[in-house]
Nanobody, 128 residues
Framework: QVQLVESGGGSVQAGGSLRLSCAAS????????MGWFRQAPGKEREGVAT????????WYADSVKGRFTISQDNANKMSYLQMDSLKPEDNAVYYC?????????????????????WGQGTQVTVSS
């Protein structure tokens, strides 16, 4: 069983930055996928960003392109989400997710059903 633990959430003013971290219990080799999702109150969970561990290819939701950056440190079993220029609409609980055995196309698109393992979530609050 893969365990994921998020950290780094908190409160920030609009325009500020936060970096979320996800610590995994295993190393993801060349066929894995890690991602970040979020869920705001009363809304469905949505994909924010994903990264294919095989080649580092990334996918971003249109709403965060140019502001958020996903990265991985596979040797240390970590994934990160750097969030800049935060907006009040970014308020949500952010979840780290992972999948073992994925193609590049499987990893892209931000569909939560493609991910098998989930963290407990971390709250991000952006005030205007």
């Amino acid at each position: 069983q893969v365990q994921l633990v998020e950290s780094g959430g908190g409160s920030v003013q609009a325009g500020g930055s936060l970096r979320l971290s996800c610590a995994a219990s295993i190393i993801f080799y060349s066929d894995g996928c890690m991602g970040w999702f979020r869920q705001a109150p009363g809304k469905e969970r949505e994909g924010v960003a994903t990264i294919y561990t095989g080649g580092g290819q990334t996918w971003y939701a249109d709403s965060v392109k140019g502001r958020f950056t996903i990265s991985q440190d596979n040797a240390n079993k970590m994934s990160y989400l750097q969030m800049d220029s935060l907006k009040p609409e970014d308020n949500a609980v952010y979840y780290c997710a992972a999948r073992i055995g994925a193609s590049r196309s499987t990893c892209s698109g931000g569909q939560s059903s493609r991910f098998f393992y989930w963290g407990q979530g971390t709250q991000v609050t952006v005030s205007s």
